[in-house]
């Protein structure tokens, strides 16, 4: 068992205690976009996911709703500097914004810190594939790629696909200004820049921090990234728990964005905003999966969040990987007060925003004083009652570990 | 008996440990010795063909093991070379480091070599669907791990004991400034005792020189590479890709009292501010690196007449180096003209993701040398850009502060500032 954070020392306090609480989510998924299309849906009984088998097939994806990039991203310029990915970030955190009424405020927006949970952009496919079939009658392969790469790339689609410059949109067209930092690294990016920016609030460095992160699947290689590896699900769909001994991997990707308004309590109260709830605790962990300690790492992670008594709706942003899903089903499943719902389910896995995406639907949960239905009967047991309390967690696909306590605010 | 705590009551953080990789060789003594001796490591690249490019230059890092086996294996040992140099200077485990991992690291794509090789393994279909098909039959994780933007971070943190989830980061060209920025915030915060930050950049491949290429960021001086970077000289035409890693132990000052350690100097402010201007240009006011510089300045409790030198991003780009002396000028007013500001970029080139890193460590060796190394190439000044940039030659001076800039592509803003002794 690998050494974990220690919880912070009640007898040293941080610098300064504030609360950190949510006061914007911008949600972007095949659902729709917004935290109110998202509760509807997602409060429906028996919802039907929204999935397209052909385009990619023969893999299913959860592909992007009709956007209308005009409503957060002004201006054609930018919308042309950027691809979908970047273009549905952008979008995305305009909602948060937006929703926490900072969208437009230069004071505000100027002293804001930002932390973005990314991958990488999009590649030019027609490029890569007429390199590729001219590869197979050329052995002067570097001389080919110079040639072509040389004529054929348009200058501008690098900044497009530069991990950092999805922040760098979000500056420029938001003018979120105060900081900008860019993590990198699947779920794990999300966990920590939320994690991150947590602790700046709590310790008196910012006042009010954009977080978050998106992903566009719909492009052969953001599937290549998983498939290399053999991580995604094929033939028919099923829910996120029931992928196990199926064809493939177990993950099915959708396209999605979230991002969310932290703002230390005090600076929300005093500018009169809504606070959908507090943000508890956040732990990130890194169980060395190859020796075995996935479960009991998870198990560890639990016992750190210091859990409330009582049945405790759990958001999880399980991506049904065979052996991570597994995992985190048999800890969750030895913890019978946790009730479960396993979101991508109905959206599909969204990489870097899975644990901001968690965080969000735990804090409508708890905003809105009432639980999800099941999204999969057969593995999730139904919540009654007004949550108090909702965890969050995400478990990577391949590698790293995190979870999160949304509370009443 | 040193303070323990700093201006705003925050633990002090030292740095006990400093590794570093460039082209100009492994270690701090061998870059020292030729960056103190204004040699270049900019040379022809060797490691692709460079016929259809317009530049064929580079500060590439060709003699390690993983030189030829991709991005990601050369920035995963370039990363750890470094970092083993730091653990082992600042005289810890080095397998059971124990606090957290801050890692600056280019992003990672599916490298071109196994493209080629995974689509030509096979004749079905074309294009993406093959590379696909081929993909999920493979029965190894090697290609898969270098796609993964965690991985290196992944590997470094068990070979290192690194404490917790790891976090790899980007801020562009700022990031290696970032990655220590966030070590010293997490031990200010009480989080940790130490952190371990690394900076590095493996990635110089043929497709990143032609991006920078068609984006008109690079040198296209050919003929005599190591005269190639000249920051602030009139005939600047760009950059030069390079490749390296910068690491530093960071800890509070009162453990690595506590425990013995050498004090190697003292991180004494982190500060930063991004653009809104544009993807590539900055603010034509200069004001969001000016605000970096003046939030470096105030983090770390020092005013404008407590600087002794200037680190600077100097990337040898029209652009940069304009806006670079347009904030400093801002910032220190008529002092600027004498104040000493060299770029180390003029001998190893901008090694992107590991350059805040890299210049970092120079800077704390700075000081603690009392030697600052020069800026070369410089024979024809920018009669626009009036600076004491420590021309061609090293100098002997007592460094007791520095400031080390880094502005990245993206607006993203990082400013470090550094002190031989703690207060």
């Known amino acids: 068992m690998r050494k974990i954070k220690k919880p912070p020392d009640p007898q040293q306090p941080p610098m300064s205690s504030h609360d950190v609480v949510i006061t914007g989510i911008g949600l972007v998924s095949s659902l729709g976009e917004g935290p109110d299309a998202h509760w509807q849906k997602l409060t429906q009984p028996g919802f039907q996911p929204v999935l397209d088998a052909a385009r990619f097939a023969p893999y299913t994806i959860h592909p992007l709703p009709e956007i209308d990039w005009n ?23 305009g909602l948060a914004l937006d929703d926490a009424g900072i969208k437009g405020d230069d004071e505000l927006c100027a002293t804001m810190d930002m932390v973005v949970a990314a991958g990488g952009g999009e590649r ?17 392969r570097d001389v080919l790629l110079n040639e072509k790469l040389t004529t054929e790339l348009r200058p501008t689609l690098f900044l497009a696909q530069l991990s950092n410059l999805l922040a760098g949109n979000i500056s420029i067209v938001h003018k979120v200004t105060g900081s900008s930092r860019t993590f990198m690294g699947e779920e794990g990016a999300g966990v920590s820049a939320v994690e991150t920016a947590t602790a700046r609030i709590r310790s008196g460095q910012s006042t009010h921090v954009l977080v978050g992160g998106a992903f566009q699947t719909e492009h052969s290689d953001m599937l290549l990234g998983y498939e290399l590896a053999g991580y995604l699900h094929r033939g028919r769909w099923k829910p996120v728990w029931q992928r196990q001994g199926s064809e493939g991997g177990g993950v099915v990707t959708g396209s999605g964005g979230a991002f969310l308004v932290l703002e230390q309590r005090e600076h929300a109260r005093n500018r009169g905003r809504k606070i959908y709830a507090e943000l508890g605790p956040v732990i990130s962990g890194r169980a060395r999966r190859r020796q075995g300690e996935l479960n009991s790492e998870i198990a560890a992670l639990l016992k750190q969040a210091h859990l409330p008594d009582g049945e405790l709706l759990t958001i999880s942003a399980a991506s049904g990987a065979h052996a991570a899903t597994a995992a985190e089903k048999a ?6 007060a946790l009730a479960v719902r396993a979101f991508s389910t109905l959206t599909g896995h969204m990489k870097e925003a899975q644990f901001p995406f968690a965080v969000a639907l735990a804090a409508l949960a708890v905003d809105r004083k009432a639980g999800y239905p099941v999204f999969d009967a057969t593995a999730e047991r139904p919540f009654e009652g007004a949550p108090n309390s909702v965890l969050a967690t995400a478990i990577g696909y391949h590698q790293f570990e995190g979870l999160g306590l949304i509370k009443a605010a | 008996m040193a303070n323990l705590r700093d201006h705003m009551g925050r633990p002090i953080v030292a740095v006990t440990g400093i590794g570093v990789v460039t082209s100009l060789g492994v270690g701090k003594k061998d870059n020292w010795a030729a960056l103190t001796s204004g040699k270049s490591g900019i040379h022809p690249i060797t490691r692709f063909s460079v016929d259809h490019l317009n530049t064929r230059i580079s500060g590439m890092v060709d003699f390690l093991p993983s030189s030829s086996k991709g991005a990601s294996h050369l920035t995963y040992e370039l990363a750890e070379t470094a970092a083993q140099e730091a653990v082992s200077e600042a005289g810890l485990d080095s397998g059971d480091f124990g606090g957290p991992l801050f890692l600056a690291s280019p992003p990672v794509e599916l490298d071109w070599a196994d493209r080629f090789s995974l689509y030509n393994s096979d004749k079905d ?19 898969f791990e270098t796609t993964q933007f965690g991985s290196i971070a992944d590997r470094l943190a068990d070979r290192f004991g690194t404490r917790g989830l790891p976090i790899t980061l980007s801020t562009a060209c700022a ?3 970032t990655a220590i920025q966030l070590g010293v915030e997490a031990i200010r915060r009480g989080e940790c005792d130490k952190a371990l930050s690394i900076g590095a950049d493996g990635s110089a491949t043929a497709e990143a020189l032609i991006r920078f290429s068609l984006l008109s960021a690079l040198s296209t001086h050919n003929d005599i590479p190591e005269k190639a970077s000249k920051p602030f000289s009139k005939d600047r ?16 000052l009162e453990a690595a009292l506590a425990r013995g350690a050498t004090i190697l100097g003292i991180m004494r402010g982190c500060g930063e501010k991004a653009d809104d201007f544009h993807r590539t240009r900055s603010k034509p006011d200069g004001s969001p690196a000016i605000a970096a510089v003046r939030a470096a300045l105030a983090d770390a409790g020092l005013g404008e007449d407590e600087i002794d030198y200037v680190n600077a991003h100097g990337t040898s780009t029209p652009e940069n180096d304009k806006m670079e002396h347009l904030s400093l000028s801002t910032v220190f007013g008529e002092r600027i003209g004498s104040m000493p500001i060299s770029s180390n970029k003029s001998m190893i080139g901008h090694t992107l993701s590991a350059a805040g890193a890299v210049e970092a460590a120079f800077s704390l060796m700075t000081m603690r040398e009392s030697v600052i190394p020069p800026t070369i190439n410089y024979d024809n000044p920018d009669p626009a850009i009036v600076l004491d940039v420590v021309p061609n030659k090293k100098r002997n001076a007592e460094v007791g502060t520095v400031l080390s800039n880094s502005f990245g592509f993206g607006g993203q803003n990082t400013c470090l500032v550094m002190a031989r002794e703690p207060v």
């Open chain 1, 71 to 93: 409503l957060q991203i002004a201006k054609r310029g930018d919308q042309r500097q950027m691809e979908t990915w970047q273009r549905l970030g952008t979008y995305a955190a």
């Open chain 1, 124 to 140: 030019d496919e027609a490029v890569d594939a007429t390199i590729l079939a001219a590869s197979e009658s050329r052995n002067d």
């Open chain 1, 331 to 336: 800890v969750l499943d030895a913890n019978p």
């Open chain 2, 125 to 143: 279909e074309a294009g993406a669907e093959r590379l696909l098909r081929v993909a999920r039959g493979l029965k190894e994780l090697d290609i």
């Open chain 2, 175 to 177: 990031s290696g400034a």
């Open chain 2, 237 to 252: 035409d760009g950059f030069v890709l390079a490749e390296g890693s910068g690491a530093l132990v960071l800890e509070s």
